[in-house]
């Protein structure tokens, strides 16, 4: 999600270092074990520094689900852009495994996920940003089955959703070593398979 390769349009300096800082804790000793006081010191500024940016751990956060929007807008525009629903579902597939392969994205994505289930107000933080690309690919699974790009689908909403489990998924395996980086190619013959118009 955030970090040094991803962050599309850095905040004030002193900022982006307590976001990096932020991430770099998080993804060590996981959000629940982090407090401000660790933060500031990874980020090498005083409490009252980071208090003069943030007023706590979870405004921190709350930037980071903001920053991740901003990174996943261009999955969104590609989703809806596209002038043929398979090469964009193709390309949207292929792009997205990569993004969401990134350590950083997988690991912290694993962490926000585990505190959402115990912490609602964290899920709230992040849930929009997903729901944004469930969204675009309903929109895309909708318009391939107008075109004859794709089967009809039940419920395209779930099956938008499914995709995103398969992508993300994939991922963490990834991390874990349990998939191969080339299995990008075997991911997308799956989502291909599963969405195609039968025979």
């Known amino acids: 999600m955030i970090g040094k390769k991803t962050a599309p349009s850095p905040p004030h300096p002193r900022k982006q270092r307590i976001i990096e ?13 982090t ?46 852009a596209g002038p043929d629903p398979k090469a964009t579902l193709k390309r949207f597939v292929e792009d997205y495994a990569e993004y969401a392969a990134r350590p950083e994205n997988a690991v912290l994505g694993l962490e926000i996920l585990s505190e959402a289930i115990r ?17 675009g690919l309903e929109e895309l699974l909708e318009k391939g089955a107008r075109t004859g790009h794709f ?11 499914l995709i995103l489990d398969a992508i993300e998924g994939r991922a963490l395996r990834v991390l874990l070593k349990d998939a191969k980086g080339s299995a990008k190619t075997t991911l997308w013959r799956f989502i291909d398979a599963a969405t195609r118009v039968n025979p």
């Open 151 to 161: 089967r009809a689908f039940e419920d395209p909403r779930e099956t938008a959703g």
């Open 21 to 33: 800082a932020a991430v770099t804790c998080f993804l060590e000793a996981g959000y629940h074990q």
């Open 35 to 80: 407090g401000v006081r660790d933060i500031a010191h990874r980020a090498g500024i005083s409490l009252g520094n980071l208090y003069n940016h943030f007023s706590g751990k979870e405004a921190v956060l709350a930037e980071i689900a903001r920053i991740e929007a901003q990174e996943l807008e261009a999955f969104r525009t590609l989703l809806a």
């Open 119 to 135: 912490a609602p107000q964290i899920a709230i933080l992040f849930s929009g940003n997903r729901a944004g690309l469930v969204t």
